[in-house]
Each structure stands twice: as structure tokens, then as C-alpha cells.
């Protein structure tokens, strides 16, 4: 299971599957979650983002990580991101305290084979 509360080792998180992403004008580290269904970006890295779209909040939307922590969304954006080199526009969840900068979820992986 991933600790998504920023606790858990580097040297766990190097078993998992990241993606060089475009995200704007910076390139980062995503990883890809076949665990999680939504996009995710965490609050430190939007309030980085040289242009931040507007959060539109989420009410009665709840995200829980593999350990059972229910997380704060603060809300939904639409984001382009390029993993691997392949531009897309997709919602994405804002969260607060996330332990990991980007997440790509299911939805978009499937819909972007």
C-alpha cells in the first residue's frame, strides 16, 4: 500500500511506477496509480505552478488512501500534462498534505493508452 502521508521511505517509493511529466514550464516526477482512480496534485506543487487555474471546489467528494486516511480536496482543475511526451488536458484533484507531487490515475491512463 502507498503512504500517501509523506512518511513512508524514498526507498519504498523506488518500486513504483513514475513518469517523466511535462507540467507547464517544468518537468516532474509523476507516478502513475493504478490504485487511484482520479488525478491528484498536491496543494505545494499548485501554489508553484506559474499559472494556477481556479479551483473549483468539491462538495461531498471524498478521496481515501490505501491506508484508510480520508484526504482534504481542496478541488478540481484542468491540467495539461504530457507523460511521456503526450499532451493531454484532465481534471485533477488539488489536495492538501499529499506526501507526493502528482498522481495519474486510472481514468486517465485508460483513456490515454
Do not use: Y
Not at 63 to 88: D, Q, S, Y
Amino acid at each position: 500500500m502507498l503512504d500517501l502521508s509523506g512518511s513512508s521511505s524514498i526507498g519504498r517509493r523506488r518500486n513504483l511506477f513514475w513518469l517523466l511529466t511535462q507540467l507547464q514550464d517544468s518537468v516532474i516526477w509523476a507516478l502513475a496509480d493504478t490504485g487511484s482512480t482520479c488525478n491528484l496534485i498536491s496543494e505545494s506543487l499548485f501554489n508553484r505552478l506559474p499559472v494556477q487555474p481556479k479551483i473549483v471546489p468539491s462538495e461531498n467528494f471524498q478521496i481515501v488512501a490505501g491506508g484508510g486516511n480520508k484526504l482534504t480536496v481542496l478541488g478540481f482543475v484542468i491540467l495539461r500534462f504530457a507523460p511521456v511526451g503526450i499532451p493531454i488536458f484532465h481534471k485533477v484533484a488539488v489536495v492538501q498534505d499529499l506526501g507526493i507531487d502528482f498522481i495519474i490515475g486510472t481514468l486517465t491512463m485508460r483513456m490515454h493508452r
